[in-house]
């Protein structure tokens, strides 16, 4: 379960990176089991 804030989002690679410098993507997160709907908002 990731609980630390994410620290900036990089629209040049679609990822998210937290405050440990790691950055995550969608595919990262669907690994996680993450549902789509929270992945990709419509």
Do not use: V
């Not at 969608?26 to 089991?33: P, Q, V």
């Amino acid at each position: 379960m990731l609980l630390e804030t994410s620290r900036r989002y990089n629209p040049a690679i679609e990822s998210i990176t937290f405050l440990k410098d790691f950055s995550y993507n969608k595919e990262d997160f669907a690994k996680a089991g993450l549902q789509l709907e929270f992945i990709t908002p419509s």
